[in-house]
């Protein structure tokens, strides 16, 4: 609850329009997108599938094991691009009008944290699926703030699972 | 003019210290001291910013933000003029 002085402020901003400053690391360019962490998700979901079809090989000679680790590394780097991606557009592009709109964002965001460490954790394709399915709806939300429709559609990746692209 | 002006922070990353949507009421004046937080004028770019003094001469300041790994300040783009200057914090309304 804010105090009767900044209410004050608040009636007169609406009244006087104060400028804005900005306090910011860079210029707020304004150029965000969900669609990296869309095909960070994927990636893990690739990754994972050619861990397990080379798990079931059952071969393990160097250059399968070389793949294998090879295949690990890229999961781990792209569940963290996942990470990073969807705490940019938490952080830096959804307003507190925006949490307000979609009340699940903030579940939404936590749990893309947790799915994509419990993605890094394990070779279990599930955990990856609802990481990008939680990815996707809140490439849903981002769309829908910036009022643009989205369709989702199976993306041309080996995953064949689906993604969301805004209608243009 | 007014020698007091108000304005609005419009993102987190002065955050502690300044929040986003604080209002902030400033004295129109160029002078401060190291450790003032000031509105200046972005040297290459049309808009303000908010940054804390950490150097000051007679023509020039030199100034960071407050969170030192992100912040694109006077280690990138240098001492600013004195004349881009447009005033010291007061006080903060947040």
């Known amino acids: 609850m804010k105090g009767f002085l900044y209410r004050a402020f608040g009636t007169l901003d609406r009244i006087a329009k104060f400028e804005k400053v900005y306090a910011h690391c860079d210029y707020p360019c304004g150029i965000y997108d969900p669609h990296t962490a869309q095909m960070a998700a994927h990636t893990v979901i ?14 393990s000679d ?38 307000e709109a979609y009340p699940n ?27 990008l399915a939680t990815v996707e709806q809140i490439a849903e939300i981002f769309w829908k703030t910036k009022g643009v429709e989205t369709k989702r559609v199976t993306a041309f990746y080996p995953t064949k699972r689906e993604i969301v692209y805004p209608k243009v | ?19 986003e949507n604080d209002y ?20 290459y ?14 023509k020039e300041c030199f100034v960071t933000g407050d969170n030192k790994n992100v912040s694109e300040d006077s280690r990138s783009f240098g001492a600013v003029s004195l004349d881009n200057v447009i005033g010291r914090i007061l006080f903060k309304v947040g």
């Open chain 2, 24 to 43: 902030l009421i400033i004295l129109r004046t160029r002078k401060f001291r190291v450790g003032d937080t000031i509105v200046l004028v972005h040297p």
């Open chain 2, 1 to 19: 003019m007014l020698p007091i002006a108000v304005f609005k922070v419009s993102d987190k990353s002065m955050e502690p210290s300044l929040k």
């Open chain 1, 105 to 131: 964002l903030n579940e939404l965001v936590f749990n893309t944290m947790k799915l994509a460490s419990k993605a890094k954790q394990s070779a279990d394709v599930k955990a990856a699926e609802e990481l």
């Open chain 1, 46 to 59: 690739r990754m994972i599938d050619l861990i397990n079809e080379t798990k079931a090989s059952g071969t």
């Open chain 1, 62 to 99: 160097p250059e399968h094991q070389h793949n294998l680790i090879r295949a690990t590394m890229i999961k781990e780097q792209h569940a963290e691009i996942c990470k990073n991606e969807i705490r940019i557009l938490w952080g830096d592009y959804f307003k507190k009008e925006h949490l």
């Open chain 2, 45 to 58: 770019k049309d808009f303000k910013i908010v940054k804390r003094v950490s150097g000051v001469s007679k």
